[in-house]
């Protein structure tokens, strides 16, 4: 069973966000209907589109936090000239 939503949104909003869903090949009925099921299913609402971290990413951060808590780290350099000193050495 389906049912309606009258939603009050500012015209330009739903332009944009028409546009969008149609480069995805999308319709925004389905874009608003999927939001609402994953927010109804996870009780989560995205509203960033921050970007997410990729998993060989998330390996060097985990591998630089593990290298400074080594001491395996460098720096801090107090000018430029130092760091490339060390850079080229």
Do not use: C, W
């Amino acid at each position: 069973m389906k049912t309606q939503v009258n939603l009050k949104i500012d015209d330009s909003v739903k332009k944009q966000a028409q546009k969008m869903a149609e480069e995805l090949g999308l319709s925004l009925s389905s874009v608003v209907n999927a939001t609402l099921k994953q927010f109804a299913r996870t009780g989560e609402l995205e509203l960033s589109s921050a970007p997410k971290i990729t998993p060989y990413l998330e390996d060097l951060v985990i591998e630089a936090r593990k290298n400074f808590a080594e001491g395996k780290t460098s720096g801090p350099f107090d000018n430029v000239k130092d760091l490339m000193k060390h850079l080229n050495s």
